[in-house]
């Protein structure tokens, strides 16, 4: 029996009916753009968040997670319309309001992907949930349609206007591979990022940072680029070349201006990273590593001491790209590095932030994994 197959029977009583899992990600290129229609690059990384649950018949959800001491949460199902408040239990109960669960049900929860570290643990938990939901109540729905459910849970469960990246990624994902995927329609292809055969590593730094503006930065940043499609009368930023969006500078603030500049410089990013990668030109692919981290640093100024600090020194120690990734003001940053220099490079990065005073840095390396899974009994 899988570990958390035991754990949810000495908590409820009986096995669990269906187990499942989803991967955190790590997004290799394409940052800030998902909400702008973009592509966007990222990989499913190895620690996954599995869920268990069963159905019950008396329409009481009744939850818990091992990260939060396996204390049982009871709601009632006819209760479910969003709640407030700051508890986890709303990244859980949030998939169950989408995806009309009509009768009880129980779950526990183990997550193995860092909570808050900017692998997206929210979206392992909520996928994990929906996948397990989908199986269980016969649901039928695609991938895709998973997607789009689980990021209006926590759009309009959670209350966090996150884009359709994390999601689709934790759902999609194959190993050996980073996802490709048009945020207009949800369309992917699957490119081969095989770094292991050219001795590099991925290697993730949680910088442990958590700064204030997060939540309003986001929401301000995302509103700028909202300015710029109405302001220019496009539909988005995906339908405007560099070339023609900087010829109409003068019709924006200069803000807004840069801000969308850093969206449609990072569009092309990814698709020139796209042909570094089919064309294995990994020294190209670390270049476009670093000019993305420059434009979210300078442009749409969403970095932070300790970012900057993780990325300069691992340039230092070596690596031939590396840049911030998800949401910033804090979280985690990448360096493709080779694997030789991984060691050496932690202990500079450790160093250089007790030097400066920071919080310890977390590290962590993973190859490109597989995405959602029902995990067979
Ligand atoms: P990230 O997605 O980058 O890890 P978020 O702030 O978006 O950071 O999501 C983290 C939140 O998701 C946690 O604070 C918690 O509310 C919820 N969460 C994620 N994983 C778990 C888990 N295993 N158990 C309980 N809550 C979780
Ligand atoms: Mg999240």
């Not at 700051?86 to 779950?107: F, H, K, M, N, Q």
């Not at 997607?147 to 359709?164: D, L």
């Not at 301000?220 to 680029?225: D, K, L, P």
């Not at 969006?245 to 410089?265: C, K, M, N, W």
Request: glycine content about 8%; overall charge negative; charged content about 20%.
């Amino acid at each position: 029996m899988h570990e958390i197959a035991k754990r949810f029977n000495s908590l409820f009583g009986h096995a669990p009916e269906v187990v499942a899992a989803a991967p955190g990600r790590v997004n290799l290129i394409g940052e800030h753009i998902d909400y702008s229609d973009g592509f966007v690059l990222p990989f499913a990384i190895s620690d996954t968040t599995t869920v268990a649950m069963s159905r019950r018949k008396d329409g009481m959800i009744r939850i818990a997670s091992a990260q939060k001491s396996a204390e049982i949460f009871e709601f009632s199902l006819d209760k479910l319309a969003p709640l407030t408040g700051e508890s986890w239990a709303r990244y859980a109960l949030g998939v169950l309001w989408v995806l009309d669960v009509d009768t009880g049900v129980e779950l526990l929860i183990d997550g193995r992907v860092p909570l808050g570290a900017g692998l997206s643990s929210s979206a392992a938990l909520e996928c994990s949930i929906a996948m397990a939901v989908n199986h269980l109540f016969q649901k039928g729905m695609s991938l895709q349609e998973l997607a789009r459910a689980t990021q209006k849970a926590e759009n309009k469960y959670v209350g966090v206007p996150c884009g359709i990246m994390d999601q689709s990624v934790s759902l999609m994902a194959k190993s050996g591979s980073a996802l490709l995927l048009d945020c207009r329609d949800l369309t992917t292809e699957n490119i081969p990022f095989l770094i292991a055969p050219q001795g590099l590593e991925l290697l993730i730094i949680d910088t442990q940072a958590h700064h204030k503006l997060v939540d309003g930065g986001y929401a301000e940043r995302r509103a700028s680029c909202e300015k710029a499609v109405a302001t220019l009368g496009i539909t988005s930023l995906r339908d405007i070349s560099v070339a023609d969006y900087a010829a109409r500078q003068s019709e924006l603030d200069p803000t807004t201006y840069i801000r969308g500049f850093h969206a449609v410089t990072e569009m092309k990013r990814v698709l020139d990273a796209v042909e570094a990668l089919k064309a294995n030109n990994f020294d190209r692919l670390g270049d476009l590593l670093n000019q993305s981290h420059r434009s979210l640093r300078d442009d749409y100024t969403v970095s932070c001491p300790e970012l900057n600090l993780a990325v300069d020194t691992a340039l230092d120690q070596g690596a031939i790209g590396a840049r911030m990734v998800g949401g910033g003001f804090g979280g985690s940053a990448i360096a493709l590095i080779k694997t030789e220099y991984v060691k050496r490079c932690e202990n500079a990065i450790q160093r250089a932030f007790s030097e400066a005073g920071f919080k310890n840095p977390r590290f962590f390396t993973s190859l490109p994994s597989d995405g959602a899974r029902v995990i067979p009994s």
